[in-house]
């Protein structure tokens, strides 16, 4: 039986590219832990995020290609991730990795919905991941999340996030009266913003989604003037006029150098209960044209359906209530999007600037 060497599978696992990339797994430095003894080789994958949509047709052509070598007898390939950040230095919220602004141009596109979705569809694939509601005046986190009737704990000055599904969530409505209105000027709504980003534990994340108030005001000058972003999504509905403001968001967001991940178009078709079939009440193609307009991918489309309402309303985020259904893979597809996205942002190695505005 002839010797298996180091060289012989490292030239064998160079004909896997990463299709974002554009290298092959051993230059990226993929390949860890390798071992060879007896015709058995082990070795380990280590992806950019344990999101990535391409990690089972690595282990498959990795085994392939490497059980083709004369005197393997058997090939054992181990999956892990190591998410990578963009920003050099020290961030702006020690342990965070990466940020991700969810936007819309207004109010009512299921920005909220399509924010809770996205982060536990994280958390799913193994990411650490968090949830900050910046929404101060109407935060809906908590209920969606299903922790609405708890209040996180607060440790030498500094609040506990409280955590279900797996994400580790912060809402400026676990702290007030669920009945209160707030009536705060802009000053006030920047200052808790930033106690919300910096007085948290939120430990080590590999993903902070922040589910962003409608518009293009306070809240979000003050995430760009704060805290390095690593990028945002914005999400509409086909409707012409639900488009034009989130047109305003995109342009928004590249002003204050922003990369913008992408789009996500809610309510894309009604989804009959009783027959199933697909109506476009708000139009449709308003996120095509305008993701062809700004160069910006759509990530996905979601329906509007009654079970993706039902469980937000009811606390049961419909990725994880509904995990099979055309719905829940919708998210998480996008899931999968954001993280490939941010992998190949990451990849760059260009630091996110945090803006200074006057």
Not at 25 to 36: A, H, P, Q, R, Y
Not at 94 to 122: D, F, R
Not at 194 to 221: E, F, H, R, S
């Amino acid at each position: 039986m002839s010797d298996v060497s180091q060289e012989q599978v490292l030239k064998a696992l160079s004909n896997i590219i990463d299709p974002d990339l554009g290298k092959d797994i051993v230059t990226l430095g993929f390949v860890k832990d390798l071992s060879i003894e007896s015709g058995r080789v082990s070795f380990t994958i280590e992806l950019t995020t344990p999101a990535c949509p391409v990690k089972e047709q690595f282990r498959q052509q990795a085994t392939e290609l490497v059980g083709a070598i004369a005197g393997v007898q058997d090939v054992h390939v181990n999956i892990t991730s190591q998410v990578q950040s963009g920003k050099s230095g020290v961030t702006a919220i020690p342990g965070i990795k990466n940020i991700i602004a969810v936007a819309s141009g207004k109010g009512g596109v299921g920005k909220s919905t399509t924010a809770v979705n996205l982060a536990v569809a994280l958390a799913q694939t193994g990411a650490r991941t968090g949830l900050l509601d910046a929404d101060i005046y109407g935060p809906s986190i908590p209920s969606m999340m299903g922790l609405a009737d708890k209040e996180p704990e607060l440790r030498e000055k500094t609040l506990i996030p409280l955590e279900n599904y797996g994400v580790r969530t912060i809402s400026i409505g676990f702290l007030i009266d669920e009945d209160q209105a707030v009536i705060w000027r802009g000053p006030m709504v920047a200052g808790a913003l930033t106690q919300l980003l910096n007085d948290v534990a939120w430990g080590d994340l590999d993903y902070l989604v922040i589910d962003m108030p409608p518009g293009t005001g306070d809240a979000q000058l003050t995430l760009a003037q704060k805290v390095p972003v690593t990028g945002a999504v914005i999400v509409t509905t086909p409707q012409d006029i639900a488009v034009a403001d989130a047109r305003k968001g995109i342009a928004m967001f590249q002003k204050v150098n922003v990369p913008v991940l992408g789009l996500v178009e809610n309510m894309s078709v009604f989804v009959c209960p009783h027959c199933g079939e697909q109506s476009h009440i708000f139009d449709e193609g308003g996120a095509d044209r305008l993701g062809e307009k700004y160069n910006t991918e759509v990530l996905a489309r979601i329906p509007l359906d009654i079970k993706i309402r039902e469980n937000s309303d009811g606390g049961t985020p419909i990725v994880a209530s509904l995990p099979d259904s055309d719905q829940a893979k919708a998210y998480s597809e996008m899931a999968g999007e954001v993280a490939r996205k941010i992998s190949v942002l990451n990849s760059r190695k260009v630091e996110i600037p945090i803006v200074q505005m006057g």
